[in-house]
């Protein structure tokens, strides 16, 4: 008998069908003799259209009640779960983050959370109860006031329940039945793989896969808790999530898969006195307004008039603004000019195998241009290669590594009908 | 500087434009100096598509979820206000029913609220802010679960935390600007009444005026708390209602108004022996099956068998379910048939004045007469006639005492575009 965390994403509850089959499998689990917790999204659109109606009512909406807001859906969600697996004949309780001991910090919209202390969940267990906690939010520890995770807060909140309960596995379903070599609606031999270790999963949400948010991850290797990257459409037994990279044989070590990121703009500040604190003046005003850097290059200082040229990439989100305040920079003499590209994307391979295996660089870099693709700025870490290219080759670009590094199977990979999460 | 509550309905903040405009009212209010706490029901339709969802992941869903579910409403409503109050630059902070210590009994889907601690709102209001309470939920003080207050519970909510707070009225908005002589939707030369003491609420509330439910006026008039019924489409003062009948001097009391019901059926148990316990046997079956009584009539027992009819009236949703336990008294030979009719309705007269000026009940009668309707059924109070008839005259009948009773204005009644509650 093991401890089985579950959680369900909204596409695999966006209608009272969906719900009822997600029980079905929660209740087959729980008959298999486990003790089992769930934690839901909210259903299909439905903080789309609270998103909606809080823009409506107010354009700056205040961000403790868009988190009172918000968290209306998971409950719903929650409680639905919870009535269908009754009507399945076992026995179900529902809980909020708060009820369930999610206990964060005072940052409405995106709370981290501090401490879980599920002693009602843990109670409903031990009465034979399947347990259901609304994902995405906790509640602030000093204040009592209800707080949101921020972006994939339910895989965060499900590894965290995991770990406080020291659950046996953290099952993540979606509508895809796992981690694949690259993105099978762009590679169609894209392999499924069994098995990643922490620091690769970690490596290839960091650089845009989005099958599980970056901070689940880290909560997950943190706390040692084995994910399982499932789909609720099969019963494929999806992939593990598990271990560290430094535990794989070498000879088993291979390459995880390609990732692609499309959603960074590349800043390129020119002319910045070869000083030293002139380059972290710009570092400063990017970091003071929360805007996170990616990728940096600073080329060496030309001879001529001894300044400096640095180039970085931030979510295109942040562009406008980050360009506002580069523009102040200029204006005050600290650089000459400010250039933004909003039209590249980001290419990865990640893999524990890159570490025993030589000439991946040089591998990679012929494939591209093989592929006829320029690369605009490599960086890399002892597991993952990236390249900033043009946004319309990025599609050309992940064939192309797949194939070289001979990562595609046999068969055409399964795409269910939903895409993405 | 006065404290207000103001409960808004669903139909006042049936879409985000009416949300501001309640929050324009709430925030002028405000402005007057006034200290305001809120309480919102759910968005216009979304109890009943709740409901809906629930219904199909299962038939017979448990109680507790469904309090689960349906909380989400309120909590949705309250923090849209909350965000559109602070659109127009007043300060915002919304409460959950649990945060603003609405302690309940732990009856789910229809609890009574036990105690009320407001211990938040009030450094809320100190704090100079418009405080929002989820209406029609609470918290069963011993397991912490959420729970609700039934039908109304909104009114309840709102009642119930301008008692605790000493709060020194508490503004009922719904889309009828008062209380009215009769149904203006029947009765167009209707008048709205500017007071009503608590007693004549009561019996309008008990025999079907849909504008205010029962318990919230037995809450109000247990703790003294002055109810204004107002409409949020309008600035009319509305009806206030407040005030014992002892106090009304008796040149001043009048009659109030004519109110309809034909929500109830009448069930008739035809041969019941005429001895000690035989009709207590009738309303056991039924009490035990929770359904409330609302009017009896016993007849004489026939000379010739010994045998006695009995005739009460019940809602028409609980009918079914009396018929079929009052067949199995059939079957046990303690009685002889059944019969059951829900072509009928409820046209009741109240009024204070009624005290004081006799023949009320022969004036009742003969309106009636004149306009050819049959009684069925006669049922009194200190303060109010209820008599029972065919469905499809009550319209007819309502008009009649109307007129009878001089109760009509001179000018037609605002019907607003929303109609009930």
Redo the contacts between chains.
């Keep these: 008998m093991a401890l089985v965390v579950q959680k369900y994403g909204g596409s695999s509850l966006e209608s009272?069908?969906r719900?009822?089959s997600v029980?079905e499998r929660i209740v087959a689990t729980k008959k298999q003799g486990h003790d089992v917790v769930v934690v839901c999204s909210a259903m299909g659109d439905t903080t789309d259209e609270?998103l909606d109606?809080?823009a409506?009512?107010?354009?700056?909406?205040?961000a403790?009640?868009?988190d009172?807001?918000l968290?209306?859906?998971e409950?719903?969600s929650?409680?639905?779960?919870?009535?269908?697996i009754?009507?399945f004949g076992a026995e179900?309780?529902?809980f909020?983050g708060s009820?369930a001991g999610v206990l964060t910090t005072e940052r409405h919209g995106n709370a981290r959370i501090v401490d879980v202390t599920p002693a009602r969940v843990r109670d409903a267990l031990d009465n034979g109860k399947i347990c259901l906690v609304a994902g995405f939010q906790g509640v602030n520890k000093d204040t009592?006031d209800?707080t949101t995770l921020g972006r994939g807060g339910s895989d965060t909140t499900a590894v965290a329940l995991a770990a406080a309960l020291g659950a046996d596995v953290c099952e993540i379903y979606s509508d895809v039945d796992g981690v694949y070599t690259a993105d099978p609606r762009i590679v169609p031999n894209a392999q499924k793989l069994e098995k990643l270790s922490f620091e690769e999963m970690l490596e290839l949400a960091a650089v845009g896969s989005k099958i599980l948010v970056l901070r689940s991850v880290e909560y997950a290797r943190a706390f040692n808790v084995p994910l399982r990257v499932r789909s609720s459409y099969s019963n494929d037994p999806g992939t593990l999530v598990a271990g560290s990279m430094e535990d794989i044989p070498v000879e088993e070590a291979v390459l995880a898969g390609v990732a692609t990121d499309v959603s960074e703009a590349k800043v390129t500040v020119l002319g910045i006195p070869d000083l030293p604190g002139e380059a972290a003046k710009v570092f400063r005003v990017i970091a003071d307004a929360e805007i996170n850097i990616d990728m940096v290059l600073q080329n060496i200082s030309s001879l001529e008039d001894g300044r400096t040229d640095i180039t970085f990439t931030c979510p295109r989100a942040d562009g406008p603004r980050a360009m506002e305040l580069l523009k102040k920079l200029q204006d005050d003499g600290s650089c000459k000019n400010v250039l933004y590209d909003d039209q590249i994307g980001k290419v990865s391979l990640v893999g524990a195998g890159m570490k025993s295996h030589p000439g991946v660089t040089a591998v990679f870099c012929e494939a591209l241009r093989d592929a006829g693709v320029n690369i605009e700025l490599i960086s890399t870490s002892e597991i993952r290669i990236s390249v900033l290219i043009r946004e319309n080759e990025v599609e050309k670009s992940v064939r192309a590594l797949h194939d070289a590094f001979d990562l595609g199977g046999e068969e055409q990979a399964t795409v269910y009908a939903g895409t993405g999460r």
């Design positions: 009272a069908e719900i009822r029980a609270l109606l809080a409506q009512v107010n354009p700056v909406p205040p403790r009640e868009m009172m807001l968290t209306a859906g409950r719903i929650n409680a639905l779960v919870a009535m269908a009754e009507s179900a309780q529902s909020t009820q009592r209800v």
